[in-house]
């Protein structure tokens, strides 16, 4: 959590009343740094500099579909920590809205900016996750358009919340968001081409699913439970 803080920020419109706060947004630097850094990043997934344009992905592989859809799923984890962090005074808490803020948001950079770098779009026309050719599709609803995602409705429920509440809720809608991400970056390790980011989906799986037992032992010590699966 040692990131550089950037100045401080009026909250979006239609946000509810806080107070004006420092916050720590690297991702502009993060894609920055991910569009200086494509090409290494491809000649060390076993490319050389020459055949970067043909090795580029298509847009409809595993590689592209990963970038595109983990960057959304990350996008509302970084919304939820966003409403959290001005829902709680708790320390604990407030900290890890922020590692995961950070985190993701350099994350997101880096995928978004491997799509720049290979000339791909940021969306595509494809359903979320297709690209996992899982047996049954997910079915979005209510704006949750991927495991692990959110509703609309739970988001405003969250956003209802203060104190105690709004902690238990935050960690057990975050809980399911990153068992969702983390099987989605599992999905994708199985079936990488690309080094570089087959090693960011690998670092995801690790680092998501220790702050899952990190938050299901912060619900305990609340009196609460993990939503059921």
């Given at each position: 959590?040692?990131d550089t803080?950037?100045d401080?920020?009026?909250e979006?419109s239609g946000a509810l ?7 720590w ?7 920055a ?5 494509g090409?290494p990043?491809l ?5 050389s500099a020459s055949?970067t344009?043909?090795?580029a992905?298509s847009?409809?592989s595993?590689?592209?579909?990963f970038a ?19 829902r ?7 900290g890890?809205a922020?590692d ?9 950079g ?8 290979w ?10 996750m297709?690209w996992?050719?899982?047996d049954q599709?997910?079915?979005p609803?209510d ?12 988001l ?5 919340l203060s104190?105690k509440a709004?902690e ?9 968001h990153h068992k969702?991400?983390?099987?989605m970056a ?8 690309n ?5 960011l989906?690998?670092s995801?799986?690790?680092s998501?699913t ?5 938050m299901?032992t912060m619900l305990?010590e609340?009196?609460a439970?993990?939503l059921?699966?």
């Amino acid at each position: 959590m040692a990131d550089t803080p950037m100045d401080e920020i009026d909250e979006p419109s239609g946000a509810l009343p806080r107070r004006r706060r420092t916050v720590w947004w690297p991702a502009a630097l993060a894609a920055a740094v991910a569009l200086c850094l494509g090409v290494p990043a491809l000649v060390a997934s076993g490319t050389s500099a020459s055949s970067t344009v043909s090795a580029a992905p298509s847009t409809d592989s595993p590689e592209a579909g990963f970038a595109r859809d983990m960057a959304t799923h990350h996008q509302q984890a970084i919304d939820m920590s966003f409403i959290i962090r001005d829902r709680t005074d708790n320390a604990e808490v407030r900290g890890l809205a922020f590692d995961i803020i950070n985190t993701q948001a350099n994350q997101r950079g880096m995928l978004m900016g491997w799509l720049a770098q290979w000339g791909l779009t940021q969306a595509s026309p494809n359903p979320p996750m297709a690209w996992m050719h899982m047996d049954q599709q997910y079915q979005p609803h209510d704006g949750s358009l991927m495991p692990g995602m959110a509703t609309n409705t739970q988001l405003a429920q969250l956003q209802s919340l203060s104190g105690k509440a709004a902690e238990i809720f935050y960690l057990q809608l975050m809980i399911q968001h990153h068992k969702g991400g983390a099987a989605m970056a599992q999905g994708y390790v199985d079936v990488a081409k690309n080094a570089a980011e087959k090693s960011l989906a690998q670092s995801m799986v690790a680092s998501q699913t220790s702050e899952i037992q990190l938050m299901t032992t912060m619900l305990a010590e609340r009196g609460a439970q993990p939503l059921p699966d």
